[in-house]
């Protein structure tokens, strides 16, 4: 049973626990459903440049991609703004938890 987002951080090697959790929260209060580094912990940018001792942390998200799209014709479905919208909240919320700033325009927007 494969969940909506799965929460890579190579089992906290690539960002706190606490980070993890945050997201997982917010991600959850959206009513989505979500692991933890399971089927997928993390990649080469996440492991090669986070360096939780300078603060520097690494997230890697993996989205179902039927929550947006025909995986038969790759063409947006019908939940495509609403998820726009979500994911957008998601990572707004997450930043703000994290007390980051939002410097650019987000993928998703």
């Known amino acids: 049973d494969l969940k909506n987002f799965i929460i890579g951080n190579n089992f906290d090697k690539t960002s706190s626990a606490d980070s993890r959790i945050k997201l997982s929260k917010i991600i959850k209060e959206k009513g989505y459903s979500f692991s ?6 993390g990649g080469f940018i996440s492991n090669n440049y986070s360096d939780l001792k300078k603060n520097i942390e690494c997230i890697q998200i993996e989205i179902s991609k039927k929550l947006y799209m025909s995986e038969v014709t790759f063409k947006k479905n019908d939940n495509y703004n609403n998820f726009k919208s979500d994911l957008n909240y ?18 998703a927007e």
């Open 36 to 41: 933890f580094n399971h089927p997928y912990s």
């Open 90 to 107: 998601i990572i707004k919320s997450f930043m703000r938890a994290s007390s980051l700033e939002l410097k650019h325009d987000l993928a």
